[in-house]
């Protein structure tokens, strides 16, 4: 398979460099030159999870891996369950939050870790990944890559802005992880993460990828579970996904485009409006990230945005027949917890339950009792201080979750400045 920028630049790289690579060099995002078609059937046949993702996956990567080498990282990197919890007649919830890190992000950093793992093999060179993380990201990240062979990951995240369970997921893995705490918002983080990409000085000294959700290696393995859902909650016709970056989400268009029968997505954001507004027709402005309850949304301009309008040929009208779009606000996710869990007795995290509130909405305003999935991206014990007050009762914690907490931080604090980071990078 060939990729395309979505920056404009003519020419075509091969999956192996588009994944290292991240951010193609006009700055754009990397864009597969086709989607294959892989018809209904495919979708009804009985294959396990594993089996199905190296499927789905095989055509994005052939010529820089074998199918065996697919079908080996598929089994090692998918090796958690799955369940899909019924909250009423029509509504489902997909929980992804089973891996080691309990948030839907462990999908795409396994594969990905294993993933160049595997490719770089036969390479003499370190590879240091840089990521930016809004609190999820990072620990999914780091623990893909732990004890990788050459390998070395950098992480940085916003401090303050991500809760105490996630900051001790960052900052206690210790090995060939290295955790910054940047004085500023994710906003910035990611900012300082694309300059890195596109500093010349640093990346010809040193070999650099990302493994932000701007990087194709997250989103071939994000459009999978989608097709999972479709058949084991019987052919739910509605998705409705809490988007920050959109890469999830972006993952759901492909399945699509790969030929998933899905009518519609319900993409639920907080209070960071940019994509709703953008399908009412405003222009899309740069504004300072707000901070709310689900703090991995809190992005300005998703980054996948631009990915969306290529796959739509920029055409909004295009994009809002498959995709409807509301903004929530922390008190109405509040509520939505609160009410779940007295009514079905089911505890959601801040982010799961903008996306409940998302299939609410679209029942209410359409009149659709289609059925209907809520992907959910977190276990709500990894934002215990948030949902604690609010259900007022101790969340159980799993084991993962628990022994985190009894490790000291290690991080180091740099400002939210470019050249704070260079400088890290330049002596480590
Ligand atoms: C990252 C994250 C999201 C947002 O996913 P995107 O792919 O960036 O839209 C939602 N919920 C949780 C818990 C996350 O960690």
Redesign the pocket.
Known sequence: MRYYSTGGDSSFVGFKDALFQGLAPDGGLFMPENIPLLGKDFFKTDLTYPELAAEMIKPFVSGDLSNQQIDEIAELAFDFPIPIAQVNESDYIMEL?HGPTL???DFAARFMARTMAMLLENENRELTILVAT????GSAVANGFLGLEGIKVVILYPSNRVSVIQEKQLTTMGRNITALEVNGSFDDCQKMVKQAFLDNELTESRFFSSAN?INIGRLLP?SVYYAWAWKQAEEPKVFS??????????GGLLAKRMGLPIEKFIAATNANDVFPKYLRGCEVTTERAKQTL?N??D?SV?S?LVRIKKLYNNEVDQIKSDIISWSFSDDETKRTIEKLKEEANYLT?P??AVGVLGLKKYRVETGSMQKGIVLS??HPG?FAEVVEPIIKEKIDLPDPLQSVLNKEKQAITIRNQYSDLKEFLMES
Do not use: E, Y
């Open positions: 939050f948030a839907f992000k809004s609190g999820d990201t959700s994000q996904v809490p988007c920050g970056n959109f890469g999830n989400l972006t689900s991995a949304m992005v998703p996948n995290d982010h799961t991206t977190a990894k």
